[in-house]
């Protein structure tokens, strides 16, 4: 997810040997997990891509074995997210680091926009720290543009990651 990407840009700034080793072990989890490595099993039996799927059933365990339900692919969310790369939209389709952060949290793209492929409303790294430039950024936010959180607007500025925390020294 993002934190993992800002761990990443982090360890860079401040410890620049560990980064590649880092950087690797980091694409090998890949990111978020919901639907792949992460499951919910609720208090009914009833099946869901992880804990924040709720309303979304895949199946249940009184009818159907976990196994066989947890690897059918033939419900379209679960086919998108056991896919690799996940069918994103927007910047987290063009994100540098979708490798590392597997899309963030796809629930909360479908939770304000209807859309579990569009872009992560959450996501705090700037244009920039995604490896974008403003020409792709202004397109791509025509095309796909990130819902607002409610309290986007209460929390105030966003600090670039580079300002966040001074260098070690």
Known sequence: DA???YLLQWVGRRFPAWSDALRTRLRAWGGNSSGVGVANIDNLGVVHPDTMWWHH???QVRERPFGEIWEDRSDP???GLKAHPRPLKGRCAE??????CGGNTRVRAQQ???????P?????????????SP?????LNRLHPVAALPFT?????????AEAAPAAG
């Open 3 to 5: 934190d993992a990407v």
């Open 135 to 139: 020409e792709q950024a202004e397109r």
């Open 153 to 161: 607007e209460a929390r105030g500025p966003v600090v670039p990651i």
């Open 120 to 132: 992560d409303p959450g996501c705090y790294l700037d244009d920039a720290e995604i490896g974008l």
């Open 77 to 79: 969310l679960m086919a």
């Open 57 to 59: 059933p895949l199946g």
């Open 112 to 118: 304000l926009s209807g859309d579990p492929w569009g």
């Open 95 to 100: 994100c540098a680091h979708l490798a590392i």
